[in-house]
Structures are given as structure tokens and as C-alpha cells.
């Protein structure tokens, strides 16, 4: 049998989640990456004698110690986070505009700077930032809202693919209720759509994949959701959408389909509501509507932050995944105003202690339950639960090599804390600083 030549060594702690309640704490590891296709090939664990680990590893890989080895030394290596809803141009936004809810943002803030898009420089420039600073801080993988115009979204599409991110990503589509600056007729947003999926999967490159995004139903006619469902299936991609995110937003949407059971039931009867769907918010939905979405295989992104900038609400985390339906984290930029997933799931415990408040049932996310959310839950979500999400042997290689010693850094490590501590510490006081390399199938970023 043949020596695989081209292998990456990590030594030192790996940390990541198998199950939801539990984070694995692996000191004394080695973690072996394929250099041809990015795959973990091995995962050793509390390993005493590497000198004899290593002999045994050559007999089936060629390993130069000097140059395949990277020792991580004080530093723990953990998934990359995978935020599942962020609207990459209103990253220019991230931080302002934090003072309406939903409708009213919209109109004020969102469509103004999305309707800027068609200028390709202005895209240009945003979206490199936008992509820049999700990479830096450990997002390996990110499902992108870009604005309706098609050359920005395949702009959006270049700059993911450069920098070497995965990614989905969706040009907007929207043909009612919209401002006249920022809509587009039917049949382009149709034409358009089906040109961007067919100019992604011609790319050929497979981290980077198109997903159908009507932005939500209040701004897709009849028609236009009709297609979209038809399009999706006959290219078999993703979908995504908002759902059921404000009370306004619900009231509307009942008010647009008043002989339809429910909001969810709207995007079930377009035929968007499937296993390949992926709906932001859903905050406020009835029992029947949860149902539904389990009984379709969709997914959830649950973005916390947004929700309290936008005081839209707080979803019941614990009741959907007591009803088995996918959960992954989103920043929702810019209705979310922090970009980092680290953010998110301190705000996802914060959600979920307010259902405590008044409950003493409740049973709030614990921190470990977020980090699985942030990384195995959002692979569930992408529907890369076997690609991505955690360190299992066969996954590709989607890192994040974190330095809890980092110089001025944003926390201190003392001689009593454990490398649970340190991971602890970690997830609610550290930030991009933390963050020294990152890695999407195996491939270094640079940062
Ligand atoms: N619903 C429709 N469009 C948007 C958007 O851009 N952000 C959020 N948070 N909700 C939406
Ligand atoms: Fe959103």
C-alpha cells in the first residue's frame, strides 16, 4: 500500500462537540489532516507516548517531523463556526440603525444601503470586508443573503471564493411591497436567480453553493414563490428565508394569505418548506407550525442578537429541540450587529435564561449546548452534518486554532483553571484576538 505523503499533524488539545450537552475536551492529541482532499484521517486522543504514536502512524503515512507537525502548544483547536443568516451587505450597517423594529428598519435602514449594491465598487468593498472579518473571527462557514442585483451577488460569490471561505449564498429576491429604488419585476427576479444558481454550480468550486432566497413572504408575489419552489427543486438547492420573526411581520403575512392555516403553512404551499430550508427567527410560531417544520426536515437559524436589537422576540430554544428540529446560530448581520458567532451564543444563553425567569422548570441552554449549536447544529442546518461540525475521522478539516494567551488579549487564564476553564473563558470573554489561524478543508486562510 502506498505511503500518504501529503499529511498535516496537529499536537496538542482538541475540543468539539458529539453530542448536544456535552463538549470534548481532548488533551494530548494528535489530529491528522489529508493534505490532497482536507479530510481528517486520524484523531488520537490522552496520548502518553507520542514518540511511539508516531512510529506506529509511519507505517502508514510518510511523516517529516520537522515540517508536518504544527505543536499547538498552550493553544486548544475547536470547529470553525458556522453562521447560518447573515445579510453580507448590511454589514455596512453593523452597529447603527439599532433603534426600530423590523418593518420600520427595514424601510429606514436596510433598503437604502442594500439598494447601493448595484454600484459594483461599493459591493467590491463591503463584501471583501464583510468576508474579511467573518473569516477572522473563526466563521469558516456562512449562509450569505446579497441584495437582488446578480452582478453584486456573483461579486459576493468571487470574494468567498478567494479567500477560500464555505459558504451559501443567495441573490435576493423580492417583487412586492418593496421601495421603488430597491425592487425588481417577476420575471427578472426568475431570470436572474436562475442565471446566479447556474453560474455558482458552473464555477465548479464546492465550498462556495447557491441557495434560493425569497427574502420573506411579504415581498414575494404569488408567482415569483411559485417559481422559486419549482427552481429549487429542478436545481435541488438550498433554501432560505425569514420566518414568523416579528408579531407586525406575522400580522401582515396573515393578513396577505387569511384562507392559509399560518405563516409557516405559506412557504409549505409554495413548496419552499423542505428539508434543504433553512428559516431565520421563527420566534413566534404555534405548536402546528413547529410541527410542520419538523415534519419537513427544515432547519432553524436562530439569531439572538437581532432579536433583542430588534425587539422582536425571544425564541423557545428548548421547545424545538425537544421537537427535533435542527437549530444552528446566526448573527443576522446587521439586524444582529455583532458579526462573531461568539457573540451569538452568549446571546442564545441570554434568550434562553429569560424563558427561565418566570419558569423554574425551564431548562436554559447551557454553554456547552450553544457551542454545539454553533458548529455541529449549523452543519445539521447547511445539511453538511457528514461534511463539517466537528472533528469526526472522514469530515473535512473546518478549524479554528484559538490562543487563550494571546498578548493583551481579552481574558487572563490563572494556574487553578482547567482547560474546561480555559475553553469556558474562552466562549464568553474572548473575541477575534483569540483567533490565531483558521482553516476551511484543510486549507490555512490567510487572516
Ligand atoms: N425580514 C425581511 N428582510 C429582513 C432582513 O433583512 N433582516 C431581518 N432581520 N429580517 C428580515
Ligand atoms: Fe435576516
Request: aromatic residues 10%; proline residues 4%.
Amino acid at each position: 500500500m502506498m505511503k500518504l505523503e501529503k499529511l498535516k499533524i496537529f499536537k496538542g488539545t482538541v475540543i468539539h462537540s458529539l453530542k448536544i450537552d456535552h463538549v470534548e475536551i481532548l488533551p494530548n492529541s494528535l489530529l491528522g489532516v489529508n493534505g490532497n482532499n482536507g479530510k481528517i484521517e486520524f484523531l488520537k486522543s490522552n496520548i502518553n507516548d507520542f514518540e511511539g504514536e508516531l512510529l506506529s502512524l509511519e507505517k502508514d503515512y510518510q511523516i517529516d517531523k520537522n515540517q508536518d507537525i504544527v505543536d499547538l502548544g498552550n493553544k486548544f483547536i475547536i470547529p470553525g463556526f458556522i453562521d447560518t443568516h447573515a445579510h453580507a451587505p448590511q454589514y455596512h450597517n453593523a452597529g447603527t440603525g439599532t433603534d426600530l423594529p423590523l418593518l420600520k428598519w427595514l424601510e429606514k435602514y436596510t433598503f437604502p444601503v442594500e439598494s447601493r449594491f448595484k454600484d459594483l465598487e461599493f459591493a467590491k468593498n463591503v463584501y471583501s470586508k464583510v468576508v474579511d472579518r467573518m473569516l477572522k473571527n473563526g466563521t469558516t462557514t456562512v449562509c450569505y443573503y446579497a441584495t437582488l442585483h446578480l452582478p453584486a451577488s456573483k461579486l459576493l460569490a468571487d470574494i468567498v471564493g478567494q479567500r477560500g471561505q464555505r459558504a451559501f449564498i443567495g441573490k435576493v429576491c423580492m417583487d412586492r411591497h418593496s421601495p421603488d429604488h430597491y425592487v425588481e419585476s417577476t420575471a427578472d427576479s426568475i431570470k436572474d436567480t436562475r442565471e446566479f444558481v447556474d453560474t455558482i454550480l458552473a464555477a465548479g468550486n464546492p465550498l462556495v453553493q447557491p441557495i434560493v432566497t425569497p427574502r420573506f413572504a411579504p415581498s414575494c408575489t404569488d408567482e415569483l414563490m411559485t417559481q422559486l419552489g419549482q427552481l429549487a427543486q429542478e436545481k435541488n438547492t438550498m433554501i432560505q428565508s425569514h420566518l414568523s420573526e416579528n408579531l407586525d411581520e406575522v400580522a401582515w403575512v396573515k393578513s396577505l394569505y387569511p384562507t392559509l392555516p399560518s405563516y409557516t403553512h405559506v412557504y409549505k404551499h409554495f413548496n419552499l418548506l423542505n428539508n434543504k430550508t433553512i428559516m431565520a427567527h421563527a420566534i413566534h410560531l404555534s405548536d402546528s407550525e413547529i410541527s410542520l417544520i419538523k415534519q419537513c426536515e427544515a432547519g432553524i437559524s436562530h439569531c439572538p442578537t437581532s432579536n433583542f436589537t430588534l425587539s422582536s422576540g425571544c425564541l423557545d430554544t428548548r421547545k424545538i429541540l425537544e421537537a427535533g428540529v435542527k437549530l444552528g446560530l446566526g448573527t443576522d448581520v446587521s439586524g444582529g450587529f455583532h458579526p462573531s458567532i461568539l457573540y451569538v451564543i452568549k446571546d442564545a444563553i441570554k434568550s434562553s435564561n429569560h424563558h427561565h425567569f418566570n419558569n423554574a422548570q425551564y431548562k436554559p441552554l447551557s454553554f456547552e449546548e450553544a457551542f454545539y449549536l454553533a458548529t455541529v447544529g449549523g452543519s445539521q442546518v447547511c445539511g453538511l452534518q457528514d461534511t463539517i461540525g466537528n472533528f469526526l475521522v472522514g469530515k473535512e478539516f473546518d478549524a479554528q486554532i484559538i490562543d487563550p494567551y494571546v498578548a493583551n488579549g481579552p481574558f487572563d487564564v490563572f494556574e487553578a483553571d482547567s482547560l474546561k476553564d480555559i475553553f469556558q473563558k474562552f466562549i464568553f470573554l474572548g473575541d477575534d484576538r483569540n483567533v490565531s489561524d483558521v482553516y476551511v478543508k484543510g486549507n490555512k486562510i490567510d487572516l
